[in-house]
């Protein structure tokens, strides 16, 4: 019996904007473009590292911050949170000199297929979810905005109720010589049988709501299909955000 990873992903360019701020690592090349129709690898490794970053659209050149971070995470072979005051040290190291406040949010999975067990690691509102055989999706991650620690403060008040300023990070890493000092997520989970585990920027989220994901997947037996429809779909609304997916679905043969 060998373990497979179906590892689908996509990127695209959010309206009106000249650079993708998303970066992407697919477990064997980071991605950075304008537009990535959705593609699927099969991944035979026991063990594998997967990310996406979210360059700050308010920092300086935030894809800078965010290309690196995920070139960075290519070369490890493990993820902690440790990881996370590591990879703030080298952004300061490699891109504060130039471009001083380039920043970006973090999601990675290091997943193992024979134990079927990954570690999360996060910072800001980058997000991992599993999704279960029925195309039910639950968030892991938990997000480092102003808007969820609203949310959290007031638990009868719902995400529509406070305006959109709210909606900023606040947790991400930056390039500004400092030691990282703001909230991290870190969790291991085990994926069960016919579990999906989808790494996202919040082009997809705010793209598409959560309703509408799950129909899509419960339509579309395919994860290259699903993502192509949610691409398409956000590519239409008269603004969307920078989007990137990676998702990983396990295979027993």
Known sequence: MENFCEITFCQQIGSNKRRNQDALFNGE???QY???????RLENRPHFIVGVADGISN???PEKASK??????????????????????????????????SATTFVAAEIDQITRKAKILSVGDSRAYLIDAQGKWQQITQDHSILSELLTDFPDKKEEDFAKIYGGVSSCLVADYS?????????????????????????????????????????????????????????????SDDLSVVCCHSIIE
Request: charged fraction near 30%.
């Open 34 to 40: 304008k537009l990535k129709t959705a593609e699927k």
């Open 68 to 101: 690196l971070a995920m070139q960075l995470l290519s070369q490890m072979e493990s993820i902690n949170r440790q990881t996370i005051y590591d990879l703030q040290s080298s952004l300061s190291a490699e891109l504060a000199e130039d471009y001083f406040g």
């Open 59 to 61: 920092s300086n050149r």
């Open 179 to 239: 030691e990282f000092q703001d909230k991290i997520f870190y969790q291991e989970i085990e994926i069960q049988q016919g579990e999906s585990l989808l790494l996202c920027s919040d082009g997809l989220t705010d793209g598409l709501s959560d309703e509408m994901r799950e129909k899509i997947w419960q339509k579309y037996p395919d994860d290259k299909y699903r993502l192509t429809v949610c691409r398409k779909m956000i590519e239409k609304q008269s603004f």
């Open 29 to 31: 090349a980071v991605f």
